[in-house]
T-cell receptor, first 114, second 112 residues
Framework: DAGVTQSPTHLIKTRGQHVTLRCSPI?????VSWYQQVLGQGPQFIFQ???????GRGNFPDRFSARQFPNYSSELNVNALLLGDSALYLC?????????????FGSGTQLSVL | DAKTTQPPSMDCAEGRAANLPCNHS???????VYWYRQIHSQGPQYIIH???NNETNEMASLIITEDRKSSTLILPHATLRDTAVYYC?????????????FGKGTRLSVIA
């Protein structure tokens, strides 16, 4: 079975631009979470979606938004890119939203903002 | 902020047991201890989790002290493929959103 897939794998943007990152969860998984990982740090939580509804939001500015589609895939959008948005963006999926759900992560999208 | 403390790095000889410590002295009664690892250029991978009792699966063993203030992840026979950053995370047991809060983890280097 396919794991969590993310696209694109790498992306280069310039300051002020907008970016859309995509994630397809494992088949049957209804929850998708997004994390940002800056070089040398652990991943930081951005959003969680379950059954197309936002269930949680981390400490990120409003320039970051996301949505989940009826097929449970998800998009992360970042507006007005800053140099500091350069990071690995990770998507994780799980079957449900309860605590003991194991998260399955994709390999991420490496975003470079110049 | 992460509620755990881990050494920044450790080395382990190939074939030997790797013992990765984690301090979580402020853990609450309803918080589980989770371990994930991140191999270079990949997303984090779930290893194991536990509440009070020691746990074992095909990947590792988790030993939690009786007072639950610390734990140790044991990889019984480390291989070069176990070289990764290992994250110890405490996570509350409740329904709804409970995101993983990652610290900087321990960088384990398995040496041939």
């Amino acid at each position: 079975d396919a794991g969590v897939t993310q696209s694109p794998t790498h992306l280069i943007k310039t300051r002020g631009q907008h970016v859309t990152l995509r994630c397809s969860p494992i088949s049957g998984h209804k929850s998708v979470s997004w994390y940002q990982q800056v070089l040398g740090q652990g991943p930081q939580f951005i959003f969680q979606y379950y059954e197309k509804e936002e269930r949680g939001r981390g400490n990120f500015p409003d320039r970051f938004s996301a949505r989940q589609f009826p097929n449970y895939s998800s998009e992360l959008n970042v507006n007005a890119l800053l140099l500091g948005d350069s990071a690995l963006y990770l998507c994780a999926s799980s079957w449900g939203e309860t605590t003991n759900e194991k998260l399955f992560f994709g390999s991420g999208t490496q975003l470079s903002v110049l | 902020d992460a509620k755990t403390t881990q050494p920044p790095s450790m080395d382990c000889a190939e074939g030997r047991a790797a013992n990765l410590p984690c301090n979580h002295s402020t853990i609450s009664g309803n918080e589980y201890v989770y371990w994930y690892r991140q191999i270079h250029s990949q997303g984090p991978q779930y290893i194991i989790h536990g509440l009070k009792n020691n746990e074992t699966n095909e990947m590792a063993s988790l030993i939690i002290t009786e007072d639950r203030k610390s734990s140790t992840l044991i990889l019984p026979h480390a291989t070069l493929r176990d070289t990764a950053v290992y994250y110890c995370i405490v996570r509350v047991d409740r329904s709804g959103n409970t995101p993983l809060v990652f610290g900087k983890g321990t960088r384990l280097s398995v040496i041939a």
